[in-house]
């Protein structure tokens, strides 16, 4: 199973400076809104199966165009939603770096939890078990091997790739997930292989088609894709 970690199109909030978390009403920006109809053309042939998304209105415009364009109907998983920043929600990033919880949150995330909000340790593990629970559910529903997309926000997309990169949450801020970016996991019966990591070039599917197969393949290899990590960025 291989999923496609999407984070959501250039929001209001990003141009703003301030951290959105889960406020109502926060949206794609103009930029955005272009972004999120270039993954139709980025996403290319790529045989798409379905869509997860993160109950936010700024991941919901997001997967719009994507899921017109292969008329599938997208799913809204709580799980994916973004992190509960509590009585940081809404601010300017600018006033956030002064506060004693930012260095930790920079440098040990894995003990930071925001005033009355969420830790991050808690948002990778629901974020890590939506992922598997949906991927192993499609592989049922599909019987075999389905490419998926999950559409969620940057802080979830960093925790689930460092979770299947096996990098301590420590580690997560090494990680980059920009604006309407993709990252690439795919999920075997013993590990998972990481594809790609902030991808935002123009053909996300030349990358990932496969090679004709090889013999004596294990069923736990890496695939055979054409595989690059990075990409350019904002």
Same mark, same amino acid.
């Given at each position: ?5 999407l984070?959501h199109?250039?929001?209001t ?5 301030t ?10 920006d103009?930029?955005?809104r272009a972004?999120a109809?270039?993954?139709v ?6 045989? #798409?199966?379905a =869509?997860? @998304? ?7 415009n997001?997967?719009?165009?994507? $899921?017109a364009?292969? &008329?599938?109907?997208?799913r809204v998983?709580?799980?994916l939603?973004?992190?509960d920043y509590?009585?940081?929600?809404g601010?300017?990033?600018a ?17 930071a ?17 939506? #992922?598997?629970? =949906?991927? @192993? ?8 091997d389905?490419?998926?997309? $999950?559409?969620?926000? &940057?802080d979830v ?13 420590d580690?997560?801020?090494?990680i ?6 993709m ?8 590990r ?6 902030n ?12 090679k004709p ?7 736990d ?14």
């Amino acid at each position: 199973m291989t999923v496609i970690l999407l984070r959501h199109g250039r929001s209001t909030s990003n141009t703003a400076h301030t951290l959105a978390g889960r406020s109502e009403g926060v949206d794609l920006d103009d930029k955005g809104r272009a972004q999120a109809q270039g993954v139709v053309d980025r996403i290319g042939e790529l045989p #798409v199966k379905a =869509i997860v @998304r993160s109950p936010l209105l700024r991941c919901q415009n997001t997967v719009a165009p994507l $899921a017109a364009a292969l &008329g599938v109907e997208p799913r809204v998983d709580d799980r994916l939603t973004e992190v509960d920043y509590g009585s940081w929600t809404g601010s300017k990033i600018a006033d956030l770096v002064k506060e004693p919880l930012w260095p930790v949150i920079q440098q040990q995330p894995s003990a930071a939890v925001f005033p009355d909000g969420e830790g991050l340790a808690q948002v990778q593990s629901r974020a890590v078990a939506a #992922v598997r629970e =949906i991927d @192993r559910a499609l592989a049922e529903e599909h019987d075999g091997d389905t490419l998926w997309i $999950a559409c969620t926000h &940057g802080d979830v997309i960093k925790a689930v790739l460092a979770d299947a990169l096996g990098v301590h949450l420590d580690g997560f801020q090494r990680i980059v997930a920009d604006p309407a970016s993709m990252s690439v996991i795919r999920y075997t019966p013993h590990r998972p292989f990481v594809l790609h990591v902030n991808h935002t070039g123009t053909d996300l599917s030349s990358s990932l088609r496969p090679k004709p197969d090889q013999p004596g393949k294990p069923d736990d290899a890496a695939p055979t894709h054409d595989a690059t990590v990075g990409g350019s960025t904002d």
